[in-house]
């Protein structure tokens, strides 16, 4: 039997069926339906001849016992007609432990195996003891501060995939209750708790463990949510900014007000600059973003009082978090700084620094002239998306420092021409709709019985040759400092000198996943402070070799950058052939017959092309003009393969290798609203997406060669039939010189989920 998520707990927690039973009284008593009252009545007397189930169960083994009459109990909240429908059961409140499992449920966890204990995914014992906490707010204390948690249930499936289900819990039938050792908190109290979020020490003294009751039991229903991409609006909307293209999301404001359920809500951000030490705004935002407390920093402070702000910021970078600035003591308010507030009618505030690696990227701030919208509970919500503000922010500050053209993905995709029309002809329905008076609910487009085809041209060892380039790049540092510290030659080299060697010597063996961190930590903490030592020494010889070693350093990360810069400038060349050749070549396609295409760049080049007659229903469609893209496709494949292999003084020398997947069914596509792009629709469809990005990894049938191989094609498909075809079509291409006349037919080894592939492999001429 499984145990509490937490032992230690402000509740005592009990399981009882006494509030579901007085509903079922009311129905004995009261329901005009003569069947159902009967049917309460029933069990309200078999429950009477099980004392152990009435009052409060702390022994939890009681529930197995009394399975069959329990389910019975439940009936009305757990219809048979669904239970091979919904993932549902009853639970013990924040506890691990469930019950009365609808067929569904039961049929995952047997999938799951034997040995598998179904539990919360990543609760922290504290959060949930807080959690615990504001449960008893929002109840017993009548709060309203919208208090949630994400629950969710790790799984694997028969497969052993990892599946991930999302829980919501019906709280209906439990009831919480003080103990003789409860406290009772004032309002003022209340709202120095939620000031505090994380200071489990302070909700303890005004929550002790086991000073409340939570009796009852939960309704916790599943949803599979495997596919979900968690807060993908932010994602999508955070600071994602080319400095080639400055567009601003005029939205960005609006869904930070929905994320936080705060319609009066601003929000300002600025970057910080370490080279100047000071924040910097985006000037492409400031119609966008309020910096009312940062402004008052730039403005009210001289330069050296802003360095030290920065450095105390820099190695305390607590949040600073105002529910109601009435609330503050009396010498704050004779601040200047609280004049600002006053002034610009803000009566709830937070100030985030945002730190990674003990860096300062930036500083944010949410303020509302609203008091109490502003609180740890909102904070908390932040965490959730700040790896993706991190993200966004080194990102932006590492391509505009060093100028490096970046295309950013639109985050509102264009529609494609070919599918532009069925997005003009819903508009139009709701926009007539619009002129009659009448509502219109725009329905979803997709495109069905669509023939796919696959194809990518990849950098070989892409992956591997970057691990080669990072040792290579640390390896020259640590010869280049060693160097400098020979030279010097005082009382501190050996220590140095010795750290060095260590890291060296590392690199030999192999890159840990850490190794880079641990370098850039050890370059800002000790070697910067005592080269910047060396340089004012008088020491011209060391000098000398300092200048020579900032030429070769990455000013951005204090790295030296010299082969994976070879190696990037590679493969930045390599993807704007391909795409180039790509893209002219895709006009010469579409006069075939107007198909979905789209292309994705990363080390290498893939694209996804899809041809249907749904989507130009008025040209007529066979096999014919299928057949004639698929002679496009290897067309196209070729003369990339070769572009590649003309491409003279690359400064890293690089491979790829090409592949086409030959999928037997057609597929149905659908535009999804959420992320503004189509998506192969249906868990049937998801397999060729699966087998896709399996065969790039996949092996020829036992050995341990690669599929794919540099300078050729590989054609992988699924029966016999699309292997003949395309064969066919291969010899054609042969015969005109395209195609080298060599031709390997094999067997591709099993991958997980996936077997009895096969696969064509040639040359290009």
């Known amino acids: 039997m499984k145990t509490a998520v937490n032992e230690e707990s402000p509740f005592c927690v009990s399981v009882s069926f006494e509030k579901y039973l007085k509903v079922l009284e009311v129905i004995r008593d009261s329901d005009t339906q003569e069947y159902r009252a009967r049917y309460a009545a029933s069990l309200i007397e078999n429950m009477a001849f099980i004392p152990e189930l009435r009052g409060e169960i702390i022994d939890f083994s009681i529930l197995g016992r009394h399975e069959d009459l329990i389910h019975l109990l439940l009936a009305d909240i757990f219809p048979t007609g669904l239970t091979f429908n919904e993932i549902k059961a009853a639970s013990v409140p924040l506890t691990n432990i469930a019950f009365n499992y609808t067929e569904r449920f039961k049929n995952i966890l047997k999938d799951a195996g034997e040995n598998f204990n179904i539990s ?42 990892i599946k991930h289900y999302k829980i919501t819990v019906n709280s209906d039938y439990t009831t919480i209750s003080p103990t003789r050792n409860a406290v009772f908190p004032n309002e003022s109290e209340i709202s120095m708790l939620l000031e505090n979020m994380d200071d489990l020490k302070l909700w303890k003294k005004y929550f002790p463990p086991q000073s409340w009751t939570l009796s009852g039991f939960n309704i916790i229903s599943l949803v599979d949510a495997t596919t979900e991409v968690a807060l993908s609006d932010l994602k999508s909307a955070l600071i994602e900014i080319d400095p080639q293209n400055l ?83 009396e010498e704050v308010k004779a601040l ?84 532009a029309w069925k997005f003009r002809a819903e508009a139009e329905k709701k926009y007539n709709a619009l002129l009659a008076g009448k509502k219109y609910a725009l329905r979803e487009i997709s495109f069905s019985g669509l023939v796919p085809l696959f194809g990518q041209t990849d950098i070989r060892a892409s992956s591997e040759k970057r691990q080669e380039c990072l040792a290579g790049d640390l390896k020259q540092q640590t010869i280049a400092l060693s160097e400098i510290f020979e030279t010097a030659d005082n009382e501190t080299s050996e220590k140095f000198l010795m750290a060095l060697d260590a890291f060296r010597e590392e690199l030999s063996d192999y890159i840990r996943a850490d190794t880079e961190q641990r370098f850039q930590h050890f370059l800002r903490s000790e070697i910067a402070p005592q080269l910047l030592i060396l340089e004012n020494s008088g020491n011209r010889k060391v000098h000398q070799l300092l200048k020579r070693y900032q030429r070769n350093t990455f000013h951005r990360y204090g790295v030296f950058y010299n082969q994976r810069k070879l190696l990037d400038d590679s493969i930045t060349i390599i993807n704007r052939k391909l795409s180039e050749i790509l893209e002219k070549k895709q006009e010469k396609a579409q006069q075939i017959f107007p198909h979905y295409f789209e292309m994705f760049k990363s080390d290498g080049v893939e694209y996804n092309l899809f041809i249907g007659p749904g989507i130009a229903p008025e040209l007529p469609f066979d096999k014919s003009v299928v057949r004639k893209l698929k002679i496009w496709q290897l067309e196209t494949l070729s003369r990339m393969e070769k572009s590649v292999s003309r491409i003279s003084g690359l400064p890293y020398p690089l491979e790829v290798a090409s592949l086409i997947f030959a999928y037997n069914d057609t597929i149905e596509i659908r535009f999804r609203m959420d992320e503004k792009r189509f998506d192969v629709d249906g868990a049937y469809n998801s397999y060729y997406e699966i087998i896709k990005k399996r065969l790039e990894k996949a092996f020829v049938k036992g050995s341990k060669e690669r599929l794919t191989q540099p300078g050729k094609i590989t054609i992988v498909y699924l029966d016999e039939d699309r292997g003949k075809d395309y064969l066919e079509m291969v010899k054609k291409l042969q015969k005109k010189k395209i195609l080298s006349p060599e031709t390997e037919m094999l067997e591709v080894e099993d991958m997980q989920g996936v077997s009895g592939l096969k696969a064509i492999r040639i040359s290009s001429l």
Request: hydrophobic share 40%; charged share 25%.
């Open 120 to 161: 919360y995914r990543k609760i922290h014992p504290k959060e949930l003891y807080v959690y615990s906490c504001c449960l008893i707010l929002q109840q017993f204390f009548r709060k309203d501060i919208k208090v949630s948690i994400p629950l969710y249930y790790d799984i694997p499936s028969r497969n052993g995939v």
């Open 247 to 329: 567009m601003p999301n005029h939205n960005l404001k609006e869904i930070f007000r929905s994320y936080f359920d705060a319609p009066e809500l601003n929000f300002g951000l600025m970057l910080f600059n370490r080279r100047n030490n000071s924040l910097e705004k985006i000037k492409v935002y400031e119609n966008i973003f309020t910096n009312h407390i940062l402004d008052f920093w730039l403005g009210m402070f001289d330069e050296k009082t802003r360095k030290a702000t920065f450095q105390n910021i820099a190695y305390n970078s607590k949040p600073i978090i105002v529910t109601n600035v009435d609330d503050l003591e």
């Open 336 to 419: 200047p700084s609280f004049q600002i507030l006053k002034s610009n009618n803000i009566r709830s505030f937070m100030v985030i620094p945002i730190i990674k690696d003990s860096e300062l990227l930036a500083i944010l701030e949410f303020t509302s002239p609203v008091a109490d919208c502003l609180d740890g509970l909102k904070l908390k919500k932040l965490e959730f998306i700040f790896d993706i503000i991190v993200y966004s922010l080194k990102r932006f500050n590492f391509e505009k420092d060093n100028q490096i053209e970046a295309i950013i993905q639109q985050e509102y995709t264009a529609i494609h021409e070919s599918v």
